[in-house]
């Protein structure tokens, strides 16, 4: 018997996550020739993060077309990289928006997300609040942390809706139990502010470390500040805390 499509798929997923590109793209080739969309996607996503090959995204568009073409969410997700990045394609933000919009209709989580940012900053495409609010919403259903974060700025900035300091605090909340390192530097902040949650000096600084250490720079204008409130034994502990992983990070499987 003729193995399936997935099972071949499968075994090519298989060698990918042991990372032999290399055998992974020559179980791919022959699928994304015979028209399985998610294989032409991976061969592509080969191609643009040079993984197996030498990184060349012309080779990345091509097939990244074809599986955009033939309706794949995540080829539509990563063509649309392309054009917002200008890498393989003449640079269209218009045009990603486009992709990352199809990616979306469909389920697709960082679809949703990326959407979401664009729609909201409107530096490269017209903002539109209310939609950037419905895939940013759509994005944290399905677990992508910054979507949580960006959730709570909506309702903090009142963009689209109501100041409600609460709810912006429990999207942050949400956002830094996710491990998203500017959903923790606001949540820190509110800790420190007493807005939209009690004043929790130990909270605040903690939280602020966290972001820190993830890269966010929202935590900076607040951190000499927390530390300050806390006396040099109590800093001593939120540091020592700051530095073990997230309750959730150990519960992940």
């Not at 309706?71 to 486009?98: I, S, T, W």
């Not at 909201?120 to 903002?127: A, F, K, N």
């Not at 606001?186 to 966290?210: C, I, K, N, Q, T």
Request: net charge negative; proline share 6%.
């Amino acid at each position: 018997m003729a193995e399936t499509v997935e099972a071949r798929m499968g075994r090519a997923l298989d060698a990918a996550q042991a990372g032999d590109y290399e055998e992974a793209l020559a179980l791919w080739e022959p699928l994304a020739r015979e028209g399985v969309a998610r294989a032409q996607n991976n061969i592509g996503a080969c191609f643009a993060e040079g993984l197996g090959v030498r990184r060349d995204p012309e080779m990345a568009q091509k097939w990244l077309r074809l599986s955009a073409q033939a309706g794949d969410a995540v080829g539509q997700r990563n063509l649309a990289a392309l054009y917002f990045k200008g890498e393989g394609v003449p640079q269209d933000y218009v045009h990603a928006a486009e992709l990352y919009g199809a990616a979306a209709a469909q389920g697709d989580a960082p679809a949703q997300d990326m959407l979401s940012w664009m729609l909201l900053e409107g530096e490269v495409i017209p903002p539109d609040l209310a939609e950037a609010r419905r895939w940013a919403e759509a994005a944290a259903a399905q677990g992508v942390a910054s979507s949580m974060t960006r959730m709570g700025m909506l309702y903090h900035n009142a963009l689209g809706v109501e100041r409600n300091a609460a709810e912006a605090a429990r999207w942050w909340r949400q956002g830094a139990d996710a491990g998203d390192a500017d959903g923790q530097a606001m949540l820190g902040a509110a800790h420190h502010l007493g807005s939209g949650v009690p004043r929790d000096p130990f909270a605040a600084y903690e939280w602020l470390l966290r972001a820190t250490d993830g890269g966010s720079a929202l935590a900076a204008p607040f951190l000499p500040a927390a530390r300050e409130a806390l006396g040099p034994e109590r800093a001593a502990e939120a540091e020592r805390r700051a530095a073990l992983p997230l309750p959730a990070a150990d519960a992940a499987p």
